[in-house]
T-cell receptor, first 113, second 112 residues
Framework: GAGVSQSPSNKVTEKGKDVELRCDPISGHTALYWYRQSLGQGLEFLIYFQGNSAPDKSGLPSDRFSAERTGGSVSTLTIQRTQQEDSAVYLCASSSPGQETQYFGPGTRLLVL | SQQGEEDPQALSIQEGENATMNCSYK?????LQWYRQNSGRGLVHLILIRSNEREKHSGRLRVTLDTSKKSSSLLITASRAADTASYFCATEWNFGNEKLTFGTGTRLTIIP
């Protein structure tokens, strides 16, 4: 079946602009995660959605970052007033209820000029 | 920080040799997982070992877990060029919340 998809694959933007990154999880997966990976680094947790529960936003680095998940499926990560340090690969993952394994999308490579 | 640390940061071996990567973490965990990442893109789950397990096998992969030392190792036997990738350990440490904390990764290069 279809895996996790993310769009766009690549995004180049100018400093100060807003960007929206999209994640389509695997159908039926109730948990959705966003991570950020800077060049050559590990994954940094950003935000976690689980069903209808309030999201865990503890990893968001600043109030310029926000995310929503509509209808328990598609999620959008928004970065306002982008800064050069926001340049990274943004990865989305999903998992099904009670499953500890996460399935990752291919990521969005964001470059802020 | 809960982040794990992989060791070594980079490893180059000849094809056919075995590759061993280590992971250390800081707190008690529910389980530890290993993921592989090709070309800086999406991660692929390789194997999961629970806190009450000491060793697990999957094909050419062997994972060990020592909770007393808070460490794990991933062994890839009979390496192939296609094994070239970055390998990350990830720990689930908060029961009921499936958040994973990832280590910094080991970059493995298999020389044909």
């Amino acid at each position: 079946g279809a895996g996790v998809s993310q769009s766009p694959s690549n995004k180049v933007t100018e400093k100060g602009k807003d960007v929206e990154l999209r994640c389509d999880p695997i159908s039926g997966h109730t948990a959705l995660y966003w991570y950020r990976q800077s060049l050559g680094q590990g994954l940094e947790f950003l935000i976690y959605f689980q069903g209808n529960s309030a999201p865990d936003k503890s990893g968001l680095p600043s109030d310029r970052f926000s995310a929503e998940r509509t209808g328990g499926s598609v999620s959008t990560l928004t970065i306002q007033r982008t800064q050069q340090e926001d340049s990274a690969v943004y990865l989305c993952a999903s998992s099904s209820p009670g499953q500890e394994t996460q399935y990752f999308g291919p990521g969005t490579r964001l470059l802020v000029l | 920080s809960q982040q794990g640390e992989e060791d070594p940061q980079a490893l180059s071996i000849q094809e056919g040799e075995n590759a061993t990567m280590n992971c250390s973490y800081k707190t008690s965990i529910n389980n530890l997982q290993w993921y592989r990442q090709n070309s800086g893109r999406g991660l692929v789950h390789l194997i999961l070992i629970r806190s009450n397990e000491r060793e697990k096998h999957s094909g050419r992969l062997r994972v060990t877990l020592d909770t007393s030392k808070k460490s794990s190792s991933l062994l890839i036997t009979a390496s192939r060029a296609a094994d070239t990738a970055s390998y990350f350990c990830a720990t689930e440490w908060n029961f009921g919340n499936e958040k994973l904390t990832f280590g910094t990764g080991t970059r493995l290069t298999i020389i044909p």
